[in-house]
């Protein structure tokens, strides 16, 4: 039997490094802690619909594995030049084919940036297949997506850690960063220095929600992957699932969650 007390998860961006999210999950939902609540942004964000959906992390390396996500990219003709996301909805159709928030099995929100307000949206309800592209949406390689008159573009520009969505309706919040910079001796190229600095940038602001966070689960040595490295898919989930089951073993208090009570700590 499931938990009582509301749970929430929020998972960073990451490209793909975000699929030890997968087996972030995989130990927690082992150890009989179920998120209520889920929150993402970008690589975050599609994990966090799958898992919400009601696939098993097993089932969603899967499917991540076999339709090689990054193929359904193709070049834009628009007036941006970059590459066109529109594509990706075929896939994201398959597996989310009602293609609504509401009919989720556990609520989810997704985080995306409003590229000419310079806010963050937070998008809960309503179509789920183009907030979860606009999510992922990588500036400067692909075109912005549009939904009503916002151009919208990664989350993690200034929220690569949504927990806002799950402050002041959850009991404890679980916050999950993919997104580790380890330090660097040799930046050799200019490709390495905008990339670093990116995810400085992004890493900022997650360092900056950790305080909200009862527990933050961070795997060591995801930096030495690449963030297009899919070929390395399973590996990043078991270094998801391992670290997630040391992280339990030394934090016996995140056991807790999965008490079948009805505490609340703001209660």
């Not at 919400?52 to 991540?64: A, F, M, R, S, V």
């Not at 594509?87 to 556990?106: A, Q």
């Not at 008159?149 to 919040?173: A, Q």
Request: aromatic fraction near 10%; include cysteine; glycine fraction near 10%.
């Amino acid at each position: 039997m499931k938990s009582k007390l509301k749970i929430g998860i929020a998972l960073s961006g990451g490209g793909v490094r975000g699929i030890s999210h997968l087996g972030v999950l995989k130990a927690l939902t082992e150890s009989g802690i179920f998120p209520t609540e889920v929150s993402g942004t970008s690589a975050g964000a599609i994990a966090g619909a799958m898992f919400c959906q009601g696939y098993t992390p097993d089932e969603i390396l899967k499917i991540i594995v076999a339709t090689n996500y990054f193929k359904f990219l193709r070049p834009a003709v628009s007036w941006t030049g970059f590459l066109k996301m529109d594509s990706v909805s075929t896939l994201f159709k398959l597996y989310l084919d009602h293609d609504d928030f509401g009919e989720l099995k556990i609520p989810l929100t997704v985080a995306a940036t409003d590229i000419k307000k310079g806010k963050v949206r937070y998008y809960s309800e309503g179509e789920l297949i183009r907030p979860i592209m606009a999510s992922s949406c990588i500036p400067g390689m692909f075109d912005p997506i549009i939904i009503g008159k916002r151009y919208l573009v990664d989350g993690g520009i200034l929220n690569n850690l949504p927990v806002e969505p799950l402050d002041g309706i959850c009991d404890y919040v679980i916050g999950v960063n993919c997104n580790q910079l380890p330090e660097e001796a040799n930046i050799s190229n200019m490709k390495k220095l905008i990339e670093r600095s990116v995810i400085m940038s992004m890493n900022y602001n997650v360092y900056s929600r950790k305080s909200k966070c009862d527990f933050f689960i961070e795997p060591p040595g995801l930096g030495r992957y690449g963030v297009f490295d899919i070929k390395k898919a399973p590996e990043l989930f078991a270094v998801g699932y391992e670290h997630t089951m040391k992280f339990i073993e030394n934090n016996p208090s995140i056991l807790e969650l999965a008490v079948k009570g009805t505490k609340s700590k703001k209660a």
